[in-house]
Structures are given as C-alpha cells and as structure tokens.
C-alpha cells in the first residue's frame, strides 16, 4: 500500500491570500493567523501575495483569477460574515463558500476556506485570536498541506 499526505513545510512555495476588507478587526486577526502559519511553515515573505477585496462575496472571483494565473500553488481565502437580522447573511455565506469551493475544482489549485461564519461578535472573536484555533493559521495549515501534496502527487519536489 502506498501513502501519500502533504507536508508542513513548503519551502519554495508560492501563496496568495485573498483577505476581505468587511469586519477589518476579525479578518486582520485571520490574516495575523495565516501569516504566521506560513513562516513556520518555512514560506518565505516574497512568496506570498495579499490581495485585498471589500467582502466575502468577492473573494471566489479574485480566487479564480490567482488560481488560473499559474503563479501559485494555493490560495487562502479570509473573511468574517456575522449573522444579522436579514437574510443578507445566508445569501452572501452560501454563494461564498459555493465559490471558493468552486474555484479549486475548477482550476486544480487548491483554494482553502478561511471565511468565518458565526452567529455573534464574540464567536468570531474566538475565531480570529492569536493561537491554535484562529481560523486563518488553519486555512494556511491546509493550504500548505495541499500543496505539498499535490506537488508529491504530480511527481514535483518535496518541500
């Protein structure tokens, strides 16, 4: 039997981020997560690119574009929707997640899902702060994982 996993080191790599302005004070702390995922991670600054949108709806068509342009091997998707009184939040969650999901079938990078979906402020302060359970540092875990394993899988170099 052969077994196949990515690895947490991605030496070499190349990372976009895509990070929605909306909600500033919980996606700069998914943004903190990611980034310091990514150092550990032995990624080096000039091997990532940020790319910054108004909201969580916006972030699939950026995705897309990143992903198609060939200059990355995953991109990781940041964003905070807080439930409100409306149903503007299960439109914007549904369609958001759809995309992103979308993009990485779609392009064969892989696009990880940083977007919290949370009920109250406060959940998505928990969320967002610094340490093991930030959604962001997460997001680039994954993101790190998958691209390695996917360079392992097409025959590339290990990171």
């Keep these: 039997m052969h077994e196949w996993q990515g690895s947490p080191r991605a030496a070499g790599c190349r990372f976009a981020i895509v990070v929605s302005r909306f909600n500033p004070e919980i996606t700069a702390g998914l943004l903190a997560g990611a980034r ?9 600054d000039d091997d990532v690119t940020l790319v910054r ?6 972030l699939p068509i950026a995705a897309q574009r990143l992903a198609e342009s060939g200059r990355f091997d995953a991109v990781i998707c940041l964003g905070c929707l807080i439930k409100g009184d ?14 992103i999901a ?15 979906t949370t009920l109250t402020d406060e959940q998505a302060e928990v969320r967002a702060k610094p340490g093991a359970g930030n959604k962001g540092r997460e997001a680039a875990e994954a993101a790190v994982e998958m691209a390695t394993l996917l360079r392992a899988i097409d025959g590339g170099p290990a990171a």
């Design 36 to 44: 310091e995922a990514l150092t550990e991670a032995d990624v080096r």
């Design 53 to 58: 949108v108004p909201g969580a709806f916006e």
């Design 102 to 116: 979308e993009v990485g079938l779609a392009t064969g990078v892989p696009v990880t899902f940083g977007v919290l």
């Design 86 to 99: 409306t149903m503007h939040f299960e439109y914007i969650a549904d369609t958001a997640t759809r995309g």
